[in-house]
């Protein structure tokens, strides 16, 4: 998360400058170079996938874990806040690792 917010902070501010820049009346090329507007849009595209990657392995673990514990797919899901059927596919993730 410490990265993703990084990045986005540095994502707004070159959009921010991307903004200042057509209101000063810059063409839209020009601005895009300035911005350098692909590898902006590349690494706020990595620094939220490998986000997701990191919250996938966080909600297998936490799974796991709760599944050693004895809780149900059903309460698992509830107090995670999404379905049983996503517990369960979870799960079936992990089996699918052994």
């Known amino acids: 998360m410490k990265s993703v917010r990084k990045q986005l902070r540095s994502t707004e501010a070159a959009y921010r400058r991307a903004m200042k820049s057509i209101d000063q009346g810059h063409l839209v090329g ?35 874990r709760g599944i050693e514990e004895g ?15 996503l517990a369960s596919r979870y799960a079936q993730e992990m089996g699918d690792d052994d």
């Open 30 to 64: 020009h601005t895009l170079d300035v911005i350098s507007a692909a590898t902006t849009r590349s690494d706020l595209n990595t620094a939220l996938t490998e986000l997701e990657r990191s919250r996938h392995r966080a909600r297998r673990s936490l799974l796991a």
């Open 71 to 85: 809780l149900s797919m059903s309460e698992l899901g509830r107090m995670m806040g999404f379905s049983r059927q």
